[in-house]
């Protein structure tokens, strides 16, 4: 009979493993990956309570990031600064540790249950590390029914922390190359709105306008992050057309603009040099094809309806606002709400109908003042 407990129980601690790894290397977000795992750790090895600690980039403080037990919600964002308490010190050893009883140990940190009002027993606390990086820590509080945590509790949560640390490791090494990714490309766009000043935040705007237009129309978010660096790239290709063209005041000849509307192939072609490709092929597209109208009226290919890439749609009506409403030297440009009444006129004939209808219900939500427009998932670095 207790074999067969026992059976249950390894298979069950299998099963969590499994799952975690699983889960750890799907596309969801980390944070609710992490909340899963320690959810299931709690119930698997049995515990009252237990939460992830996870370090600041600096590396000065732990911060409670998940949570699950009576003080919960209290624990969430709970700072512990650089040396304090057992989650930090078993991240300096690399050492889990297996207390029976936490009143009784000298690096037991009071302070945080004093706050919750929590009483903390036993504990199992075990380092997420990546080589020497300390990432955090998870522990487990107050085994169930009185008892302690045992070694076999502790190897199981040391194999689901190596997984988790990795994982971690990933991800913030992913994002702090987007960061930088995102913050050249901001640098790029703006160097190049400044030849103009009266371009200057033009690419900005655009991708403002891109990005809010893409949410509105409800593209996930590895879609609109994605756009949003095509739609700052989008004019790149101006690099290539000589200052007296770009900035001449007054009407331009058939010439001038034929080779005014060369920007879009030239970016094309700038972009398509980038690697890696795969991941530049729709900033290519969109530099290419933000000119291109529903009707076949664009350039440089006349396409159509929705041969017209995607991207290109949405960035083609962002840019057209946001050059019908800017100040040229021979025009003071539209108010907002004129360019919204401009975008109505070409709905479907030169925009398509939805991203007009996005675009009409963001101007409406800001009352015709795109400066106060507040979005919840608003993609910054
Ligand atoms: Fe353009």
């Avoid at 990795?166 to 160097?191: C, F, G, K």
């Avoid at 009352?367 to 979005?375: H, I, L």
Wanted: net charge negative.
């Amino acid at each position: 009979m207790e074999d067969t407990k026992q059976l249950e129980q390894r298979m069950q601690e299998l099963m969590t493993l499994w799952d975690a790894s699983k889960q750890l290397n799907s596309h969801l977000e980390l944070e609710k990956v992490f909340d899963n795992i320690l959810w299931q750790m709690v119930q698997v090895i049995g515990a009252e309570a237990g939460t992830l600690w996870v370090a600041d980039t600096d590396g000065a403080n732990l911060r409670a990031v998940s949570a699950h037990g009576p003080a919960a919600s209290e624990i969430l964002d709970v700072e512990l600064p650089k040396g304090q308490g057992i989650v930090w010190k078993v991240l300096e050893t690399g050492q889990a540790e297996r207390i029976e009883d936490a009143a009784e140990h000298p690096d037991w940190n009071q302070r945080v249950d004093q706050q919750l009002g929590f009483v903390t027993r036993s504990l199992l606390t075990v380092p997420l590390m990546v080589k020497d990086q300390q990432l955090g820590s998870l522990q487990l509080l107050n085994k169930q029914d009185g008892k302690f945590f045992t070694e076999q509790d502790m190897r199981l949560a040391q194999a689901l922390a190596q997984q988790s640390a990795l994982a971690l490791h990933n991800s913030q090494m992913y994002d702090e190359l987007n960061r930088m990714l995102i913050s050249m490309i901001r640098t790029l766009a703006s160097v190049l709105d400044a030849r103009d000043p009266y371009t200057a935040g033009h690419s900005e705007r655009v991708a403002d306008y891109s990005l809010w237009i893409a949410q509105k129309i409800e593209l996930e978010q590895s879609e609109c992050e994605e756009l949003y660096k095509a739609a700052l790239l989008h004019d790149i290709g101006k690099i290539g057309i000589r200052d007296e063209l770009l900035q001449k005041p007054g009407r331009l000849s058939q010439e001038e603009f034929e080779a005014i509307q060369k920007h879009t192939t030239i970016g094309a072609g700038i972009l398509a040099n980038m690697e890696p490709r795969h991941a530049m092929e729709r900033s290519v597209e969109t530099a290419k094809s933000h000119h291109e109208r529903m009707d076949g009226s664009g350039y440089p290919e006349r396409l159509t309806g929705e041969a017209i890439p995607l991207f290109a749609r949405i960035v083609g009506v962002a840019d057209a606002f946001d050059a019908m409403t800017t100040a040229r030297p021979y025009s003071k440009g539209l108010t907002q709400r004129e360019g919204a009444e401009e975008l109505m006129r070409c709905r479907g004939s030169l925009f398509e109908d939805r991203m007009v209808d996005a675009m009409m219900s963001i101007l409406e939500e800001c009352d015709y003042d795109t400066s106060t427009y507040k979005t919840e998932r608003r993609y910054r670095i």
